[in-house]
């Protein structure tokens, strides 16, 4: 098939196709005598693949490792462990983003507690000392009096 209907049949632009051809992800590429590409079924499969790797976080380094030049060539190992490790990663980066996010909410509870009669400056005195956290000390600024 040509670049077209091969980006009709994914969704990517043709540029995006041949931008994946140049750096080595899509290898299934064939030039016909007149020069066009012309593309396997599979390469379907292959951009779809790309597509859902990156959706799940993963480099375009990282799928060029993982993608073997031949389908039928699959590493297992290699491919269930790589899988593993990037569920584990993103399990961290699930966490971390929960930790922020409760410091976030944390802080904001705390703001929109701010009692009536305190001004916004005192608020958020109160609630960095809370916190921990310390205000730097104000600086004036030195004017000529002349």
């Known amino acids: 098939m ?7 049949k994914t969704g990517l632009a043709t540029s995006r196709i041949r ?3 140049k750096i080595g992800l899509l290898k299934t590429v ?15 499969m292959v951009l779809n693949m790309i597509t859902t790797g990156q959706q799940a976080g993963f480099s375009l380094d990282e799928l060029r490792l ?4 031949d389908l039928s ?7 269930l462990t790589t899988l ?11 966490r971390k983003i929960a930790e922020n996010k409760a410091r976030l ?17 005192a608020n958020a005195e109160r609630v960095m000392t ?9 600086r004036e600024t030195d004017q000529d009096d002349s």
């Not at 060539?73 to 491919?79: R, S």
């Not at 809370?130 to 000390?137: A, K, M, R, T, V």
């Open 66 to 69: 993982l993608l073997p030049a």
């Open 105 to 121: 909410l944390a802080v904001l509870h705390e703001i929109e507690a701010k009692p009536d009669d305190m001004d916004c400056a």
């Open 84 to 94: 593993q490790q990037k569920v584990r990663d993103l399990e961290n980066i699930e």
């Open 130 to 138: 809370q916190f921990g956290w310390h205000l730097l000390p104000h």
């Open 73 to 79: 060539q699959w590493d297992h190992h290699h491919l």
């Open 30 to 44: 064939r030039r016909k005598a007149n020069g066009y590409r012309s593309y396997p079924p599979e390469a379907v």
């Open 19 to 21: 931008f994946y051809e």
């Open 2 to 8: 040509n670049i077209g209907e091969l980006s009709r």
